[in-house]
């Protein structure tokens, strides 16, 4: 035997491909994945339809309603309803009552969202540097109050805030030279709102805490320790690390508390003992108003129309902003 016939190594033989053109299944017939591209709508299909039920007909009837006049007679059968054509819209578009609800609608859904997000990116901030057992009671804590109804959380806040018996007058006056016996909260529009808007950032700030903690965790610790070695310091460790890995979750957070923050009703309503004053109002309390109260169900249907609107915008801005981070990405 040779030196080359020992040393020659037999190559096994090469595995031809197949045809580009074939499928999984042979070759005209289609492969499993094209077999499957219906089946998520499929499985969607109960939720779509269930969701066309409970959503598709009312704002169907809210969209008929706002182009018809219709009032008491015509909920009643006596009359029948007409149409109203853009009356409704013309009437609250030229109307400055409507507009002076629309900013103040705007400033206390801003202020809410700001609150929240500022807020409950701290507390999620403090609590990856607590021990495991605070952190546990901490989360419990926050859970309970997310659980909390609104009726019941309201009328704690009635009763903190409360001019004769409130515990907040009882504490403020405490402190030496100040005298807050007696104070009612909501004589001025601003005071009382502010108090609402409290309670809007309470029970908002719970899913907000528990929504970043999750996020900061996917946080990679690497990139926190190479930032600190290039003497980034705790700000810019956060600015230039941290907020933009949280990006699309603050994007979906804040456009989520802004539609929250914007249908807020029954926290003013309960809140006013259901007849929130003119400087109280908020779109959803107005349309309520426009409808139930005046029983000019076309304008509350409008209102409420241009409310949903307004909230489509949000929407609109909070898709093109995902669209860019996941051109980013």
Not at 97 to 124: D, H, P, S
Not at 272 to 285: D, I, M, S
Not at 310 to 317: D, H, I, Q, S, T
Request: charge should be neutral; proline fraction near 6%.
């Amino acid at each position: 035997m040779s030196a080359a016939d020992t040393t020659t190594a037999k190559l096994p033989p090469v595995r031809q491909s197949p045809p580009s053109g074939s499928a999984a299944g042979g070759p005209g017939k289609p492969g499993k994945k094209n077999g499957g591209a219906g089946v998520p709508w499929l499985l969607l299909a109960p939720c779509l339809l269930v969701l066309l039920l409970v959503l598709g007909y009312p704002l169907v009837r809210l969209v008929a309603l706002s182009f018809q006049k219709f009032g008491q007679p015509q909920l009643w059968g006596f009359q029948e309803a007409e149409s109203a054509g853009f009356d409704n819209f013309t009437k609250i578009l030229t109307d400055g009552e409507f507009w002076a609800v629309v900013l103040r609608t705007v400033i206390f859904a801003a202020g809410a969202v700001i609150v929240t997000m500022v807020l409950g990116m701290m507390i999620a901030l403090l609590l990856q540097r607590v021990s495991g057992w605070v952190k546990a009671l901490i989360n419990i804590v926050l859970v309970a109050s997310w659980g909390m109804p609104i009726i019941v959380a309201t009328a704690i806040f009635k009763w903190l805030f409360d001019a004769d018996y409130g515990v907040l007058n009882w504490l403020l006056s405490r402190i030496p030279g100040v005298d807050m016996i007696g104070h009612n909260w909501f004589a001025s529009g601003p005071q009382g709102l502010a108090v609402i808007m409290l309670l809007v950032v309470w029970g908002a700030v719970p899913f907000v805490v528990i929504t970043l903690s999750a996020g900061l965790t996917q946080v990679p610790k690497e990139l926190e320790e190479a930032a600190r070695l290039d003497g980034a310091g705790a700000w810019g460790v956060f600015r230039f690390v941290t907020l933009p890995i949280l990006k699309p979750i603050i994007v979906m957070l804040t456009t989520l508390s802004v539609i929250w923050d914007m249908g807020v009703f029954p926290q003013v309503y309960v809140m006013r003992n259901g007849h929130p004053e003119p400087e109280f109002q908020l779109l959803t309390t107005y349309s309520f108003d426009r409808a139930f109260v005046v029983n000019d169900y076309g304008t509350g249907s409008a209102i409420a129309l241009v409310t949903v609107l307004l909230l489509l915008g949000v929407v609109a801005v909070y898709m093109r902003q995902m669209l860019k981070i996941g051109d980013v990405e």
